[in-house]
């Protein structure tokens, strides 16, 4: 099994080199670097630096605001200088932000994602193969490349490209042209992602005629673990605020809805209305975090970990320890997640 850490959005830039070499020895796989606080592209270029082998993502890069070619010419630079560790996870953000905060202009985003994925290939193959760049669509048009700003040929040119997707439509887009698909802290326990996802990922594969297996499937919700019982349950209670707060968004309720838990969502959401924000966290109850959240001290995690995920995923996250102390723990959970992997 593939396990990926991930990073504070508001660790300074200063600290990412120090962290990812904290990741790779712990016997991390990869490293998912967030794309709001600080540039994502930046931060995976620093983590990238500071390892040899750590995988890392961009988990996930706004794409929208960005222009293919921007993002083909840094993911192929940032393919090159790393030997080929790196992996472009892209998203669509809200509405609100993409007009609000990044002044883009609006556009339907499943159809916009297509053409940005099918863009970004079409440079790269211009790249690699040679031969003149014509890509075509409603969003964007690329037809002109002259050998002055051709990067050229790399060693790894299979940049994979995963989607974060929550709805359905987006979700089937991710079988559709991804690589694969990063599921929302939300959306990721495994009813969730064996019923709704993984059907929807497989429908899109089918109508593009491409083969199931294409696109990857990273469980990247959240785990409540440590050292202590104790620990866990502080843990479990950050969790739950954290639910509460992200649970007040519409765009979430899909793993609601299937628990037949709609109505929690519709009182957060109107709680966040009512600037009520300490009442949220009540109404996550015990058994959706006993549901939404694998959650076990550390000598005991990796075998829920395997429970719950074994057969549907093979990539999941997990947590960095607070306590760099605890390492040694979290490096011992990932030995026998591994273990189980290859038995």
């Known amino acids: 099994m593939q396990i990926h850490a991930g990073m504070d959005q508001r660790m300074p830039l200063a600290q990412v080199g120090a962290y990812a070499r904290r990741v790779e020895a712990i016997g991390f796989d990869g490293l ?3 794309d ?24 996930v890069l706004v794409a929208f605001p960005r222009s293919p070619m921007n993002v083909a010419h840094a993911a192929w630079d940032l393919q090159a200088f790393s030997g080929g560790r790196f992996e472009l996870g892209l998203g669509t953000q809200v509405r609100g932000n993409i007009v609000g905060r990044y ?22 193959n211009c790249w ?10 409603s969003s964007y048009r690329f037809t002109k490349m002259q050998p002055f700003f ?8 299979e940049i994979p490209i995963l989607l974060g997707a929550v709805g359905p439509k987006m979700t089937r887009l991710v079988g ?36 199931r297996t294409r696109a990857t499937l990273m469980a990247a919700g959240f785990v409540a673990t440590g050292a202590t019982v104790e620990q866990v349950a502080r843990e479990r209670e950050s969790i739950r605020e954290l639910l509460g707060f992200l649970y007040s968004t519409p765009a979430y309720w899909r793993s609601l809805e299937l628990y037949g838990w709609g109505d929690i969502g519709r009182e957060l959401h109107q709680l966040t209305r009512e600037s009520r924000w300490a009442d949220m966290a009540g109404r996550v109850h015990d058994e959706m ?18 429970r719950w995920y074994h057969g549907i995923t093979d990539r999941i996250t997990f947590p960095v320890p607070d306590d760099p102390d605890d390492d040694d723990r979290a490096a011992a959970v990932l030995a026998r997640l591994h273990a189980d992997q290859s038995a």
């Open 289 to 306: 975090l006993d549901t939404l959240v694998p959650q076990a001290p550390y000598d005991e995690i990796d075998s829920v970990l395997h």
């Open 32 to 34: 998912n670097v967030p």
């Open 36 to 59: 709001a606080v600080h540039d994502g592209l930046l931060t995976a270029t620093i983590a990238l630096r500071e390892t040899t082998r750590l995988q890392v993502a961009t988990s």
């Open 128 to 137: 690699q193969e040679g031969g003149p760049l014509d890509f075509r669509g």
């Open 176 to 211: 559709e042209v991804a690589d694969g698909m990063m599921s929302h802290p939300t959306n990721s326990a495994p009813r969730y992602l064996r019923e709704v996802a993984i059907p929807e990922i497989e429908a899109g594969a089918d109508a593009a005629g491409r083969e």
């Open 103 to 124: 002044s883009t202009p609006w556009e339907p985003p499943v159809p916009r994602m297509r053409e940005y994925v099918h863009a970004l290939r079409s440079i790269w």
């Open 150 to 157: 051709n990067p050229g040929p790399i060693e790894h040119p």
